[in-house]
DNA sequence: TTGTAAGCGTTATCAT
DNA sequence: ATGATAACGCTTACAA
C-alpha cells in the first residue's frame, strides 16, 4: 500500500480510505490511486488487516471424520455458505480423539478465527474452558455438550431410532443388534436410548449381549457383527447407530456366508446417496444434512454480524426414516430359512 | 504479551525470547515469566506473528468438490498430513466453477498462505497469472495445468481407461458407452485418450454417439445414461469416467427396467468403501488416494520447509483395475435376454 | 543476560 | 478532502 500511495503521490490514509469508501476522496486522486493499484497489481494484505481490525474473516471446523459421509456432507454446507459470505473456513478433523481436538480448537483460536463451529468429542469439560476463556462465538454441531451453553445444530436422535427399531419390532424382529459407538457423546448416548426406549414399548425385553460398542469404524462394525453372528442364539436384525460402521456390517454378513436380507436384516444411522440404486438398498434414517450444515453456518452468521446477546440457540431437528429393502419380516426369514 | 512483560516484570523482548528460545534467559526471568503466562492464560497471536514472519503456518487446498469420494479421501488425507505438521488448512470447494476458483484463490493469498494445493478447473491461463504473480509454492493435485510448470501429482490416467476399457473389449464388449466430465481438464482428456486408443488397439470403430459429455454431477450421468440406452442400437457396456456419475448411470439403468450386469455391464473410474460389498460389485479403476494425498503433502511441506528451488517434480501414479461382478461377458448377456 | 526501539501492512484519529 | 501518526501484537537487531 505504502507503494501504491509513493506512486500515486498520496498518503496512505488516502489510499485506505478509497479502498474502503470510508472517506470520499476526489476523482483526481481516485483515478491516480487506482492506476496506481493496477499498475503495482498491489492486493490488500489480510493478515496486518486483522491485526488491526481484530477480525480474520475466518472462521474455523472441526469433524470428527471428513470421510464420514454425514460429515463430509454437512462439512460441504457449511463451506459453502460461508464462501457465500467472503469468509475462509479452517478445517480440522480430530479422528475421535480428546488431546487432537483440543490441540486443533487451540491452533485455530491462535489464528484468531472469528468463530467456530465444531463436532466434539469426548469429555465436554476442556472444550467447555476453552470455549470460555476464548472471547469468539461457538456453534456446536451433531454433538451437544454438558455445560457449554451456546448454539446448537442437533438430530432428535432418539426419537429417530425410536422409530427404525419400532420399525423393525413391526416387522416381527425380537432379538435386535445394536451396534454403537462410545456412548460420551450425545449422539451415541440418545440413540441408545431411543433402541431401549423401543423395546421397552414393545415389552421386549433387552439383551446386553447384542449390544456392541465399536470406535466408529468399519472395523469396529466388522468385529461386533462377527462377535454376534457367532454365537447361537443370533440376532435376526441389526441396526448400526453409525454409518461406516454398517459398511463392516454388511463385510462380516458376506464374509459370514450369510447375506440381507434373506438371514438377516440391516439398516443404520444416516442415507447414502447410493442407497436406493445397489443391492441390498439400505433402510436408514436419514439426517437433514442440508438444513443441518445450513443451520449451523446461519447460527454463526447471525452472531458474526453482531448479534452477540441473544440467548442461546437449540436447533433439534427430525431424522426419517428410509424404508428401502434390506429389512424383512420376521416370516419371510423363517421361510428361506426352512427353504 | 505485554500484560506477561509487566507481570513479570521484564520487557517484551525477554517474553519473547523465552517463548520462542531464541536466546538464553535466566533461571529467575523464566520462572516469573512461565507463572505470568500461566497466571494471565497468555496465548501467541498468531496473526500478528505472521504479520512480523510473512508466514502463517497455513495452506489453502481447493477441490472441485469434497463430496466426490475421490476428493473426500485425498482431502482427508491431506489434512491430516499437514495437521501433523502443524500447519492448519483452508478448505476451498470450486463447484468446477472457474471463477469461483479465481475468487478463492485470490481469497487464500490475500490470507498470506504459505502454499497452495489446488485440484484446478477449467482454463489454466488465470490459475498461471495468479500462481506467478503470488510468491507460495503451488503443487496441482490430480489435474495438470497447461503452462504452469509446478509439482505435480496425477494419475496415470490414459493408461487406467486403456486398461479397463481393453478389460470389457476382451469380455467381448463392442459397443461400450463413454461418459465423461467436460475435457478441459486433463483427467478428463487423458481418460477420454485411454478409451480411443483401446478401442483402436482392438480394431473397433469409435461410435461417437456413444460418447458422453456430463457436468460431473449424478444428475449428468443420469441423462447421459438415459440417452444412450433409449437408443435403438444401445451400448452393451458403459464406462463412467467419473465417480458421482456413476450414480446415476445406476440409477438410469434401474429406472428404464434394465438390470446390471443382466442387460449391461458398468464399470467406472474412482473406487468405493462399499463397493464390494452391494450388488452389483462394480468394476472399478481405484486410485491410490492415500499415496496421492500424501505426495501431494510432501512435495508441499518439502518446499515449505525451504526447498525452493528444486526443479518441478511431476509425479505420475498408477491405477488399479479392481475386478468385480458389474461386468458380464458379452455371452452371457446374449443368453439372459434370449432367456 | 536483558532492554530499547524499529518495523511488518493495515486502519483510524485528528489535524490541516 | 487529505495527510501525519499512533496503534494492532509480535520479532529482532542492536545497545547496554
Redesign the interface.
Known amino acids: 500500500m505504502l507503494h501504491v500511495a509513493e506512486a500515486a503521490r498520496v498518503s496512505v490514509a488516502t489510499v485506505s480510505a478509497l479502498i474502503n469508501g470510508t472517506a470520499t476522496v476526489s476523482p483526481e486522486l481516485s483515478q491516480r490511486i487506482e492506476q496506481a493499484i493496477r499498475d503495482i ?1 498491489y ?6 488487516r ?2 488491526k481490525m481484530g477480525t ?1 474473516r ?1 472462521i474455523g471446523l472441526t469433524v470428527p ?3 464420514n459421509p454425514f460429515f ?2 454437512v ?2 454446507v457449511i ?2 455458505a460461508f ?1 457465500r459470505a ?1 469468509y ?6 480430530t ?1 475421535e480423539d480428546l488431546n ?1 481436538q483440543d490441540d ?1 480448537i ?7 478465527v472469528d468463530g467456530l463451529i465444531v463436532a466434539r468429542v469426548g469429555d465436554g469439560a476442556i472444550l467447555k474452558r476453552i470455549v470460555d ?1 476464548a472471547n469468539v462465538p461457538v456453534v456446536l454441531l451433531d454433538r451437544i455438550c454438558e455445560g457449554v451453553d451456546t448454539d446448537t445444530v442437533v438430530l432428535d436422535n432418539q426419537r429417530a431410532v425410536f422409530d427404525a427399531i419400532t420399525y423393525l419390532i413391526n416387522l416381527g424382529h425380537r432379538r435386535i443388534g445394536y451396534i454403537t459407538g462410545t456412548s460420551d457423546i450425545s449422539p451415541m448416548h440418545d440413540r441408545m436410548a431411543g433402541y431401549r426406549e423401543a423395546l421397552h414399548a414393545a415389552g421386549l425385553p433387552i439383551a446386553e449381549e447384542l449390544i456392541r460398542f465399536g470406535n466408529f469404524h ?1 472395523i469396529d462394525g466388522y468385529n461386533a457383527t462377527m462377535q454376534m453372528l457367532s454365537s447361537h442364539d443370533r440376532p435376526s436384525a441389526i441396526f448400526s447407530a453409525n454409518n ?1 460402521m454398517v ?1 463392516g456390517t ?2 462380516a454378513i ?1 464374509d459370514i456366508g450369510l447375506s440381507c436380507p434373506e438371514d438377516i436384516s440391516v439398516a443404520c444411522f444416516d442415507d ?3 442407497s ?5 438398498q439400505l433402510t436408514t434414517v436419514a439426517q437433514p444434512v442440508q438444513a443441518i450444515g445450513e443451520q449451523a453456518a446461519n447460527l454463526l452468521l447471525d452472531r458474526l454480524a453482531g448479534n452477540r446477546d441473544a440467548p442461546p440457540r437449540k436447533l433439534l431437528l427430525k431424522g426419517r426414516l428410509m424404508i428401502r429393502n434390506s429389512c424383512r419380516p420376521l416370516g419371510a426369514i423363517a421361510q428361506s430359512v426352512s427353504a
Not at 487451540?106 to 484468531?112: H, K, S
Request: hydrophobic fraction near 40%; proline fraction near 6%.
Open positions: 497489481g492486493k490488500r494484505n489480510a493478515i496486518a486483522s491485526l480474520t475466518t471424520h471428513i470421510t463430509t456432507d462439512v460441504s463451506q459453502q464462501d467472503g475462509a473456513v479452517m478445517l480440522c478433523c479422528d487432537t486443533q487451540r491452533l485455530l483460536l491462535d489464528r484468531m476463556d468399519e461406516p459398511i454388511m463385510k458376506r447414502f446417496p447410493w436406493d440404486v445397489f443391492q441390498p
